[in-house]
């Protein structure tokens, strides 16, 4: 079967070209598509005939070093290779006078194989045939930072998102094989591949010639698309001119047979330049780069539907199929097909899922899958088929939001969840060993990249902390090894009252691969949660900084959660060094709450051992009385925090009395709310206090029973009465509703106030006023406001059946309103035909016909 152009024919270059693939001058060009079971047959079948001299590889040519790695009998699929490069860049900075600062960038790759790579085959295979290997891509750190800012904007932050070193978009965006897949009725150009190559007949696979011959076609119409300067930019024509070079030298060195695999998308390139390319210099022997690894990977990684940018997709079932062939069954996709769709309906089984499939159901896909083959001309079924065979028969109604569940299952059940292994030799640093040990502690499974939840008890368990502590300190690096669900939020003081908590983990190539990233940073993964923290620790404490006991006292909690208790003594020290200095009344009373959590749960969070701990708490209470009187002072824009503020170190003055209470102690230094009463009375009676403050301070002590009624009716009166100030009024009424909303509904004088006040306005100050009025009235439940509005009613003459007439809800309709709507209805989409909008009728009334159906 040959690929050519619309007309029937190929292009004159290319038939050109394809005449010199294989053997011109003892060299062999292997086109190939990365992660291809076809190609992979296909390449060994080629080898095994050839029996060549030397096998050169599209790999960095510095990490050759690795490539004993591959062969090693320990080492198995998928594996990958791992690159990291780092740079100093400079920051920009306003200031002319501050010296310039750097940060650091880093730039991380993969560059992975599997069972069916035809990388991993022309290595294993072309070492076991005594062939000598080598490879002839650019070196990585040449590759890494050559990279336009749409690959920046698409890979994420400036720490760099991994990328893959086998990239192949350029067939995603090839217009040549969107045309082709159209004219074939194929979904995208992974499935027209599969069609023209994978799923191929085993004898055609073995003949060799024709294959690449085709798949060269395949991949040099593709490359038609691309003008010379944007291969050029994005560094296609630098490597190939490389790898040219790589190809002359060996050709110079070498007696026999040279088999060259490479991307099929450089194929056409290289025939061209080889022969007249100038030879490189033979790569130094010497040992793998600093930042390259053999690290472990894994199929979900592989999977190019999980963003993996060349390959192809749904690893574990390529792996059936591989196997399958590499078995010699006959019909290796039936099998697989077979085999996927018992076990995908097992899954689902036991899963207990509501859409679990049945055996009827099977033997139906099944049936499906082998005539869509045989429609489509497959040598049998292939992925596509199997899965418009699944969707047919296993989604009951519409493909929608209603099934991305079994969507998503079935994408990772064909994705599979295997993970490699490399040996010991592979030199993995201290760090990934001691993450290792610490996660199969944990419960984590290294072998198997499924997220599993593990639900801890924190209280009970000691080694349920431990496993929490873990799970911390990899959220804590920022390792993606797990996600938090759900539990008690110790950082965000809420959600207290759990007892239990829930990750969701699993292990990956990329965890991997950032624990690498700061190996520099520690051999353990305590010792880089702890020079993290240190780094926090100085930027707290940094010159010119102010102090801050609520950022001293979250970084002592986060030293809890991951298990650096060692270093509670400084981090203690250092908050009573905040605590003293701090200025913010909102910084302390928050410092004061996180306090009393860390104390509440000093258990689970390991600091039964400090009784410094008691110590600050006692401290924090007169440290945040000597600042409340600031807080009455504030700008009218700084009224709702100072409000806020007050209204928490009135709770904190409460807790911290229970904790008192609960130890039994009487002291001299025992917390003294009344200091507490005797600011709010100054704030309330006084005239420099600020309006809010003002109210909220008479509704606290109103509501503490320090004031009686009358007490409360006397100010109320006063900043309602004759003379006031209708702004500062309504910044009264927002004090008194931020700390007891109910009083407008309890206290006549405050709503009969109110009420005279709102008379007394125009419709220009009402207007004004009304955000803040409806902010205060925000505050109240729908009941209370409804409450409210009957007493308004009454307050202006209407008896009580009118006035609670106003809080009803009439839900009653007569047969002339429902006519009324109908006429109204038909006059509303008569004025949307007339302009032209009738397609909006349609819309809702699918709207109305899906509403009615649910």
């Known amino acids: 079967m040959a690929i050519a152009g619309e007309d029937g024919r190929l ?338 089984r036991e899963q207990d899922q509501a859409d679990a499939v049945s055996t009827a159901l099977v033997q139906a896909a099944a049936a499906q899958a082998m005539r869509l083959a045989a429609l489509r001309g497959n040598a049998g079924p292939g992925r596509q088929d199997l899965l418009d065979a699944i969707r047919s028969c296993f989604i009951k109604g519409a493909i929608d939001e209603g099934t991305r569940g079994f969507t998503a299952d079935l994408r990772n059940f064909l994705s599979g969840t295997r993970i490699g292994d490399v040996p010991p030799s592979a030199g993995s640093p201290p760090l990934i060993e001691d993450a290792r040990r610490l996660a199969r502690q944990a419960g984590v499974r290294l072998d198997d990249s499924t997220a599993r939840v593990a639900r801890l008890d924190l209280y009970r368990k000691p080694s349920h902390r431990e496993r929490s502590r873990f799970f911390h300190a990899m959220a804590y690096l920022d390792a993606g090894l797990g996600t938090w669900l759900a539990g008690p939020d110790f950082l965000g003081n809420s959600r207290l009252h759990l007892l239990f908590e829930e990750w969701r983990a699993a292990w990956s190539p990329l965890v991997e691969a950032r624990l690498i990233e700061l190996a520099a940073d520690g051999a353990s993964v305590e010792a880089v949660c702890m020079a993290r923290l240190q780094k926090e620790e100085d930027a707290l404490c940094g010159q010119g900084r102010g102090r801050s006991a609520s950022a001293a006292v979250a970084l002592l909690l986060r030293a809890c959660l991951v298990g650096l208790q060692s270093r509670l003594p400084q981090l203690l020290s250092m908050l009573s060094t905040h605590l003293d200095e701090d200025a913010s009344l909102g910084s302390v009373v928050d410092c004061g709450h996180r306090l009393v959590t860390l104390w509440r749960a000093r258990e689970p969070l390991g600091v039964q051992q400090h009784p410094q701990l008691l110590g600050l708490l006692e401290r924090v209470w007169p440290a945040a009385l000597f600042l409340l009187p600031d807080a009455g002072a504030c700008a009218e824009e700084g009224e709702a925090g100072a409000v806020k503020q007050m209204l928490s170190l009135r709770e904190l003055g409460r807790l911290l009395a229970s904790l008192q209470g609960e130890q039994g102690q009487a002291r001299d230094d025992a917390i003294d709310l009344g200091l507490l009463r005797a600011q709010l009375e100054r704030f309330a009676s006084g005239a420099q206090a600020a309006p809010g403050v003002a109210g909220a301070a008479s509704a606290l002590l109103y509501l503490d029973g320090h004031w009686d009624e009358q007490a409360l009716d006397t100010v109320v009166r006063q900043r309602f009465g004759p003379g006031a100030q209708p702004r500062e009024a309504v910044r009264f009424l927002n004090g008194v509703m931020a700390a007891a909303p109910e009083l407008l509904l309890r206290l006549p004088a405050l709503l009969e106030g109110l009420d005279g006040l709102v008379q007394a306005w125009d419709a220009e100050a009402f207007i004004a006023h009304l955000p803040d009025l409806r902010q205060a009235f925000t505050r109240l439940k729908p009941q209370e406001t409804s409450d409210l509005a009957g007493r308004v009613a009454a307050l202006h003459g209407m008896n009580e059946a009118e006035g609670g007439a106003l809080d009803q809800m009439h839900y009653d309709t007569t047969e002339q309103d429902m006519l009324e709507g109908a006429q109204l209805q038909l006059a509303l989409a008569e004025c949307l035909r007339r302009d032209g909008l009738a397609g909006w009728l349609g819309a809702a009334q699918d709207k109305k016909n899906t509403e009615n159906a649910s």
Not at 129 to 142: E, K, M, S, V, Y
Not at 206 to 235: K, N, T
Not at 275 to 300: D, H, M, T
């Open 11 to 348: 292009p004159a270059a290319l038939d050109a070209a394809r005449l010199r693939l294989f053997g011109e001058d003892g060299i062999f060009f292997v086109p190939v598509r990365h992660h291809s079971p076809a190609c992979a047959f296909a390449l060994r079948a080629l080898l095994r005939e050839i029996r060549p001299a030397a096998v050169l590889i599209e790999g960095p040519d510095d990490l050759g070093a690795l490539l004993p790695l591959l062969q090693h009998a320990q080492t198995s699929a998928p594996v990958a290779w791992l690159c990291q490069s780092t740079r100093e860049v400079p920051v920009d900075d306003p200031d002319p006078e501050v010296d310039a600062r750097t940060r650091t960038e880093s730039r991380t790759s993969f560059f992975p194989f599997c069972d069916y790579s035809p990388e991993w085959i022309a290595v294993r295979e072309g070492a076991a045939l005594g062939a000598r290997l080598g490879l002839i891509d650019l070196p990585w750190a040449d590759k890494a930072w050559h990279r336009s800012e749409s690959d920046d904007e698409e890979e994420g932050d400036a720490r760099g998102a991994a990328r893959s070193l086998m990239e192949e978009r350029h067939f995603a965006h090839s217009r040549y094989l969107g045309a082709m897949a159209s004219q074939l009725g194929c979904a995208d150009h992974q499935e027209l591949w599969d069609r023209l190559f994978e799923l191929r007949a085993t004898a055609a696979l073995c003949d060799w010639r024709a294959f690449f011959g085709d798949v060269f076609s395949w991949c040099a119409m593709a490359r038609l698309d691309y003008e010379p300067e944007v291969l050029e930019a994005e560094l296609s024509l630098p490597r190939e001119r490389h790898m040219a070079a790589h190809i002359r030298r060996w050709r110079n060195e070498v007696e026999g047979p040279i088999v060259v695999v490479t991307g099929g998308f450089h194929t056409l390139e290289l025939i061209a330049q080889w022969r007249e390319a100038k030879p490189s210099k033979a790569p130094a022997a010497r040992e793998a780069p600093a930042g390259a690894w053999l690290i472990r990977y894994s199929f979900e990684r592989l999977d190019a539907l999980n963003g993996y940018a060349s390959g192809m997709p749904s690893p574990g079932y390529y792996q059936q199929v591989w196997e399958r062939l590499e078995a010699g069954q006959p019909d290796p996709f039936t099998a697989v097909a077979l085999d996927s769709l018992a076990r995908f309906a097992r899954q689902t």
